[in-house]
């Protein structure tokens, strides 16, 4: 009875002093608060990640200090078994101090006569970190005490989060996530058992045990770790042998630099966010990085390039290249190119072709007119300078010939396109004050990549156009630009056309994406922009300035780079566009357009296989020299006597009259003989004589089909002056093809070489006369 009474009286004292040193620290508590403040002051890096987390760029603290964000889940459990069972076997269930490992510390104090074995639990450690302090019995004590307050206010794994965000790890580096980036050049979560067992015992002593440093001294650490995970049965044998035997090796890259001008666009978008998550593809960005990089080196040393690749299903960038070399002032490469604003060139046209094909103007192999051509005062020529007569929409688009695309803009209406691509996305730039205008068909506006890539993506979306995503949180914004019928039509046309040349002719190289080039006046903008089902991509190469650049086209400077980086793309990205169901593959005829079955073989001078939208084939459009609309049927007179053709002025007695299929009359001088309507249409007769001979040009200086030597003194050719009889309006003078400099009326051919030459001339009204003569010696 009495000892249950001690008993009692002994419970009761210890009641009262854990009650009182309870009511002490609740008190300690609430008058010495945990300074928690300071690790919240402790700002992370700021860290741009690709789309598997991997960091792209960061940008270290207030105090240079590099700390990534990073939760258990997404830290390897190789680490944290590395670390509880080395540091702290018995930290779930402890309340911040171990009592057994404080008296085993203590005793070996008393006995050794010097500290043989540390006490410091992970919430010890945790505490020394948010409150430094000396090696002193009352710094210890107080670090106890902060472990408890931990204990107090917050649970295991959010102390255990603390101590893997701001674990030191050596130089500037703190926790688990930066040293493993730093160290290893890998996420936290891709740790192997060695690296794991490393980084778990560096806090110990970060700057000693630096690997990049000194190795051997890591990995002596390492192995003590990995004996101490043997001898618990943490890991298996084999795992431990395996991973003492693996070499300790590591850079310190606390600074990586990929992708410099999106992370900086990012920061500052989202300067308050500390881990920024792009949408790109680190894998990529670094290889197509290098690509341009050494690409431009063959360049101007001024020249810079930019190169933007989205996958089209999301439209997520997955490589953002603003220049050829960020750090490379001569190239300017702090400037993002992706951003500026520039001429397209001729990278709009596609956009001009599937807006007629919606509006029923045009299908794949409609007549088109690569003639000179005044629109009000707006003579284009193409860039050759050299025109090519009856085309299709096919070698149009094909060859960007400028002036079916002009000829197609005025069709449309320069408002009506300008309209529906800024309903499509691309905000074009206008000059102050200035109205859309045919220009824009050869890149009289300005546009941005990112915005260029945007639309032309259309092309292997269906038709619809969509703002690229920069980061996973955004969302898809689509625009409609063209039918889905439209889009596909275009996209064949352009992916047929070859990349490869060969003797200066092109070749088929089974094109899977369909691809425009672009080059601004003066070159000194070269484009290329491509894209199929899988993905858009967009190349751009010129100075940041603008200055101009001698032989930067988009054909010469920008496809063998494009060539280069679909080399390197994965094989599953080569995926066609699927044809849609209204699209039909039928036969038309030339001149009138439409489809063969709806004409007589007579009227088809040429047939061709094209694809057709909804089955409609649509009639050449009207000739542009003609003031009244044409269907391409030509009524004629005809006497029934004579059978010769006759005018209502000039004829007399019984007629009747009969339809001819014509070319358009502005063809004339570049159709084959047959077609030409002199070849085919009946001779008028003798009363119409004057009345039909009155619009006939007559080329005179050198007679037809002659034959010009040098004079007799001299092995020099002279000049060959023509003039041209029958004009009274505006004249264009070609030679072989090739439009000349001349005074309206006067041509004069100098320094002539040898060979043969074919001379036409053709006036407002597409008439037309032509000679040709071979110079000899």
């Avoid at 002994?10 to 009262?16: D, G, S």
């Avoid at 792209?56 to 258990?72: C, H, I, M, N, T």
Wanted: hydrophobic share 40%; proline share 5%; with cysteine.
């Amino acid at each position: 009875m009495v000892k249950l009474l001690k008993i009692k009286k002994w419970l009761k004292r210890i009641i009262l002093i854990n009650l009182f040193l309870f009511v002490t620290f609740i008190f300690l508590d609430w008058l010495i608060p945990l300074p928690i403040d300071d690790f919240n002051k402790r700002s992370f890096a700021q860290v741009v990640v690709d789309k598997d987390g991997q960091p792209l760029r960061a940008f270290p603290d207030s105090q240079g200090v590099w700390r990534y964000p990073v939760e258990l889940s997404e830290v390897s459990p190789l680490y944290l078994e590395a670390l509880i069972n080395y540091e702290d076997r018995y930290y779930y269930q402890h309340f911040g101090i171990n009592p057994l490992a404080v008296g085993r510390a203590f005793w070996q104090w008393i006995w050794e006569g010097e500290l043989v074995s540390g006490a410091s639990t992970l919430t010890m450690q945790v505490s020394r970190i948010l409150k430094p302090h000396q090696k002193t019995l009352t710094g210890k004590l107080g670090q106890m005490f902060r472990a408890l307050q931990l204990e107090w206010h917050f649970s295991k794994e959010e102390i255990l989060t603390y101590y893997v965000n701001y674990a030191p790890f050596g130089g500037t580096i703190e926790g688990v996530q930066a040293a493993s980036y730093a160290y290893f050049g890998k996420n936290a979560n891709e740790l192997s058992h060695s690296e794991a067992a490393l980084l778990a015992v560096m806090p110990q002593s970060p700057s000693r045990f630096r690997p990049d440093r000194y190795p051997q001294r890591a990995e002596q650490a390492r192995n003590k770790l990995l004996k101490r995970l043997q001898q618990f049965k943490v890991w298996d044998q084999l795992i431990i042998g395996e991973a003492m035997d693996e070499e300790v090796w590591a850079e310190y890259n606390t600074r990586p630099m990929i992708a410099p001008l999106l992370t900086r666009r990012l920061t500052k978008q989202f300067a308050k966010q500390q881990v920024i998550e792009s949408t790109i593809d680190i894998g990529l960005q670094t290889e197509l990085e290098r690509l341009v990089k050494n690409y431009v080196l063959s360049k101007s040393d001024k020249m810079s390039a930019a190169l933007l690749l989205v996958e089209n299903d999301s439209m997520a960038t997955r490589a953002y290249i603003g220049s050829a070399d960020f750090l490379n002032n001569n190239r300017v490469g702090h400037v993002d190119m992706i951003q500026a604003i520039r001429s397209p060139g001729s990278t709009l046209k596609p956009f001009i072709y599937g807006m007629a094909i919606d509006q029923g103007l045009i299908h794949s192999q409609s007549l088109l007119f690569d003639v000179p051509q005044s629109f009000s005062g707006y003579r284009p020529k193409n860039f050759s300078s050299s025109f090519h007569g009856a085309v299709s929409v096919s070698q149009a688009l094909g060859r960007s010939l400028n002036m079916p695309a002009v000829q197609l803009l005025n069709e449309v209406t320069a408002e009506s396109f300008y309209a529906q691509m800024k309903n499509a996305g691309l905000d074009m730039q206008l000059p102050n004050a200035a109205k859309p205008n045919l220009s824009l068909a050869l890149g009289g506006g300005g546009v941005s990549m990112q915005q260029l890539v945007g639309t032309f993506s259309s092309l292997g979306r269906k038709g619809k156009s969509a703002d690229i995503r920069l980061t996973r949180d955004e969302k898809l914004k689509q625009y409609s630009t063209m039918s889905e019928g439209s889009a596909w039509i275009v996209q064949n046309i352009l992916s047929n056309v070859p990349m490869k040349r060969v003797r200066s002719k092109y070749i088929d190289s089974s094109n899977t994406v369909a691809y425009k080039t672009g080059t601004s006046y003066g070159s000194r903008d070269a484009w290329v922009i491509a894209s199929n089902k899988k993905f858009t991509i967009g190349i751009w190469l010129g100075q940041a300035d603008g200055s101009a650049i001698e032989k930067n086209s988009g054909r010469q400077a920008a496809v063998p780079l494009l060539q280069q980086v679909l080399a390197i793309l994965p094989a599953d990205w080569q995926q066609k566009v699927d044809k849609p169901f209204n699209v039909s593959y039928e036969k038309i005829c030339w001149p009138l357009g439409t489809k063969a079955s709806s004409q007589t073989q007579a009227n088809c001078h040429q047939s061709r296989n094209a694809y057709l939208l909804d089955g409609t084939a649509s009639p050449t459009i009207s000739d542009p020299s003609s003031d009244v609309f044409s269907s391409g049927l030509l009524p004629v007179q005809i006497e029934k006597d004579s059978g010769l053709r006759v005018l209502p002025n000039c004829w007399s007695g019984e007629t009747t009259t009969q339809q001819f299929a014509v070319w358009p009359k502005v063809l004339e001088p570049w159709i084959a003989k047959p077609y030409r309507r002199s070849s085919f249409l009946p001779h008028f007769s003798k009363k119409c004589a004057i009345i039909q001979s009155t619009s006939k040009l007559k080329i005179s200086g050198v007679h037809n089909h002659s034959i010009v030597y040098p004079e007799a003194s001299s092995l020099f050719m002279p000049d060959v002056q023509l003039r041209l009889q029958g004009s009274s309006g505006k004249n264009y003078w070609f030679v072989n093809g090739v439009l000349q400099e001349s005074n309206n009326r006067d041509l004069i051919l100098s320094q002539l070489e040898l060979g043969k030459y074919k001379v036409t001339v053709v006036d407002n009204s597409a008439n037309f006369a032509e000679i040709e003569f071979e110079v000899r010696l």
